[in-house]
């Protein structure tokens, strides 16, 4: 597996949201067994678990397109014991769909959204659909009976976020407004996360 991130979320201190990564269901399924059913996890489980109230908020996600995933070729992590926390934000943005497929609202995004968004000096890192496989590791349950679209976009800091946030308020109005509420069945949900100091993605 690829650990892509792991962060604070900036408006709820209670909660870390971390990202990974896997080629295909299958090598999910291989990896997360080893992971689990490996001695390092054996040796440090106890503690992990007792620092965590609720793991179960988990959505299995895929590329939207095959190039639609995170570009993670040149980046590093961090040496371990480094604390040079990262200035950057990493804005999650879920959307909740009516329809089942989420063929033609990546159509929409892509022809639509994206340009305002960009334009407004956002930069999109990655989106993904839901991943409608059955969970291949049960011992880690997640989110079932969802139908989702959620994007990434990087800032230098949250005062670059905030810039973006008034511009993207001035364009996006009327008619592409009234027609992104029409495709969802709730509002989105919007994650300002922090990176920690080891996270490869950090903003």
């Known amino acids: 597996m690829k650990v892509i991130g792991q962060f604070h979320d900036s408006e709820d201190p209670d909660r870390f949201v971390w990202l990974r990564g896997f080629s295909d269901m299958p090598s999910r399924g291989q990896a997360l067994e080893a992971f689990y059913g490996g001695p390092v996890w054996k040796a440090h489980r106890d503690a992990a678990n007792a620092t965590i109230v609720d793991s179960d908020n988990v959505l299995l996600l895929r590329p939207a397109r095959l190039t639609s995933g995170f570009s993670l070729e040149n980046s590093e992590r961090s040496p371990f014991g480094g604390n040079d926390v990262p200035r950057g934000l990493v804005v999650g943005t879920i959307y909740y769909l009516k329809v089942p497929t989420a063929g033609d609202f990546v159509d929409f995004f892509e022809r639509d959204?994206?340009?305002?968004?960009?334009?407004?000096?956002?930069?999109?890192?990655?989106?993904?659909?839901?991943?409608?496989?059955?969970?291949?590791?049960?011992?880690?349950?997640?989110?079932?009976?969802?139908?989702?679209?959620?994007?990434?976009?990087?800032?230098?800091?949250?005062?670059?976020?905030?810039?973006?946030?008034?511009?993207?308020?001035?364009?996006?109005?009327?008619?592409?407004?009234?027609?992104?509420?029409?495709?969802?069945?709730?509002?989105?949900?919007?994650?300002?996360?922090?990176?920690?100091?080891?996270?490869?993605?950090?903003?």
């Open 113 to 203: 959204l994206h340009p305002v968004l960009t334009d407004a000096g956002g930069s999109i890192s990655a989106y993904f659909v839901t991943e409608s496989s059955v969970n291949n590791f049960p011992r880690l349950p997640v989110r079932e009976g969802e139908n989702v679209f959620v994007w990434f976009s990087c800032f230098s800091d949250r005062a670059a976020y905030e810039r973006h946030v008034a511009t993207v308020a001035q364009r996006y109005r009327g008619e592409l407004s009234q027609e992104l509420a029409s495709r969802l069945k709730a509002p989105q949900e919007v994650l300002k996360l922090s990176p920690t100091a080891r996270s490869r993605l950090q903003g």
